[in-house]
């Protein structure tokens, strides 16, 4: 089985980020000869999505016409927050309303490329043959920035959260609607859906083994520019 739907984040105001997501939302800012959004759609279309929801906020008018001037071969759809900001999970059900199967959501702020390819694979693998969501996690002693204390803990394939933690959330996750069916709210952020789906034990999770680049701040913006990173 192929997953055809993906969701990309891109509302977020990047306030970390300044002074550089001042005139450029962070989606957009590039590193190598690719911008962050860029890596997303790629990793989503090579891996064979059909169609792509994107949420916007912050300076989305610049995201819109990213998009057109690169003529994707797959439909994209636009999700605007313009109205009200609705956090990762509130952004997230909402862009993705009219997908009826599942689908992959992936956070931009990693720095995605193509050795991701066969972890989003065994990523979806996984998910049709355990048939919960599953999020792609990464040890944290593989992250650049070395800030990150952990998200979760990874063992024998579910995920958990405790007083110290191991793993960080990768950005990329798959989903499908039914992990929304408790929520009420509309302005809700994606822990409490990761938390209820723990207390469950219905959260699993790959480990990537990859370096893990994320751009959290301009500092780490900055050294990972010096890396002169070509794809």
């Not at 958990?160 to 959330?169: H, K």
Request: glycine share 6%; with cysteine.
């Amino acid at each position: 089985m192929k997953i055809k739907h993906g969701m990309i984040l891109a509302a977020g105001l990047g306030k970390r980020m300044q002074p550089i997501t001042l005139k450029t939302p962070k989606p957009l800012i590039k590193i190598g000869n690719k911008n962050l959004l860029e890596r997303a759609i790629e990793l989503l279309i090579n891996h064979g999505i059909e169609e792509i929801a994107i949420n916007v906020y912050h300076l989305s008018d610049q995201i819109k016409n990213f998009i057109i001037e690169k003529k994707y071969k797959v439909k994209i759809i636009i999700s605007d927050e313009q109205d009200i900001l609705l956090d990762t999970g509130g952004g997230i059900l909402q862009a993705t309303r009219s997908f009826k199967k599942p689908f992959i959501v992936v956070n931009p702020d990693t720095l995605w490329s193509s050795v991701y390819t066969k972890e989003l694979k065994d990523l979806e693998d996984l998910y049709f043959k355990e048939k919960k969501p599953c999020l792609l996690l990464v040890n944290k002693n593989l992250s650049f920035d070395s800030s990150f204390t952990g998200d979760f803990n990874l063992r024998n394939g579910i995920i958990s959260r405790d007083d110290s933690n191991e793993f960080i959330f990768t950005g990329l996750q798959i989903l499908d609607q039914s992990v929304f069916s408790f929520k009420k709210d509309k302005i809700f952020s994606m822990n409490n859906i990761w938390d209820h789906l723990i207390k469950e034990e219905n959260l699993i999770g790959n480990e990537s083994e990859q370096k893990f680049y994320h751009l959290n701040t301009k500092d780490i913006y900055d050294k990972i520019s010096n890396l002169k990173i070509i794809d």
